[in-house]
């Protein structure tokens, strides 16, 4: 079974500082899907961004990245400049590839805290 | 985001009474799914739907049921509310060419 681990349950960042937040998970896949979602206060489950296994090129939003590395099976998320408003819960998820009808498997969460 | 709403967003119930969720998708999206969220657990799949009448058990499925009777509508069903379903649930969904699940706002669910 895949699992996904978030290892850092809280972690906090001055504003306008750089935050990455850490993310593992073991597959026996090779094409798969994975995702991290941001939940504020308000309960929301945002999608921050999405990166496929087959690509190696990390995605990038806006201020937002990712660090894939495939062979050690970790998928990290990078907060550049951050904002009072990324203050929330920030979920890793992993999909395999079969478009639709696979659910997603998500880590345990990490509490991101900015500091003004 | 995919119009997807959940009703109600809060509910008060007492243990052994049936409560259902409603989940309500415009996007015509095939796929649909229960999630519950629990502090330390994260998001855990109780039941998914990959269309019209076909239903299937996620990792937490004991003590829920689910229907779909329409594309847009996924009804979750707790036959006899216990305390340990007291949580946060929410409804997703994804189209059959896409490959990004959209949630629903959430329903907070307490069990007394």
């Known amino acids: 079974a895949q699992t996904v681990t978030q290892s850092q349950p809280e972690m906090s960042v001055q504003e306008a500082e750089t935050v990455t937040l850490s993310c593992t998970y073991d597959t026996s896949e090779s094409d798969y899907y994975l995702f991290w979602y941001k939940q504020p206060p308000s309960r929301q489950m945002i999608l921050v961004i999405r990166?496929?296994?087959?690509?190696?090129q990390n995605a990038t939003e806006n201020r937002f990245s990712v660090n894939f590395q495939k062979a050690a099976k970790s998928f990290s998320l990078k907060i550049s400049d951050s904002q009072l408003g990324d203050a929330a819960m920030y979920f890793c998820?992993?999909?395999?590839?079969?478009?639709?009808?696979?659910?997603?498997?998500f880590g345990t969460g990490t509490r991101l805290t900015i500091i003004p | 985001d995919a119009g997807i709403t959940q009703s109600p967003r809060h509910k008060v119930t007492e243990t052994g009474t049936p409560v259902t969720l409603r989940c309500h998708q415009t996007e015509n999206h095939r796929y649909m799914y229960w999630y519950r969220q629990d502090p330390g657990h994260g998001l855990r799949l109780i039941h998914y739907?990959?269309?019209?009448?076909?239903?299937d058990k996620g990792e937490v499925s004991d003590g829920y049921s689910v229907s779909r009777s329409k594309t847009e509508d996924f009804l979750l069903t707790l036959e006899s509310a216990t305390s340990s379903q007291t949580s946060v649930y929410f409804c997703a969904s994804v189209g059959v060419l896409t490959d990004t699940q959209y949630f629903g706002p959430g329903t907070r669910l307490t069990v007394l």
């Open positions: 739907s990959y269309g019209v009448k076909d239903t």
């Open positions: 998820a992993y999909r395999i590839s079969n478009f639709g009808n696979e659910k997603l498997t």
């Open positions: 990166q496929e296994a087959y690509k190696q």
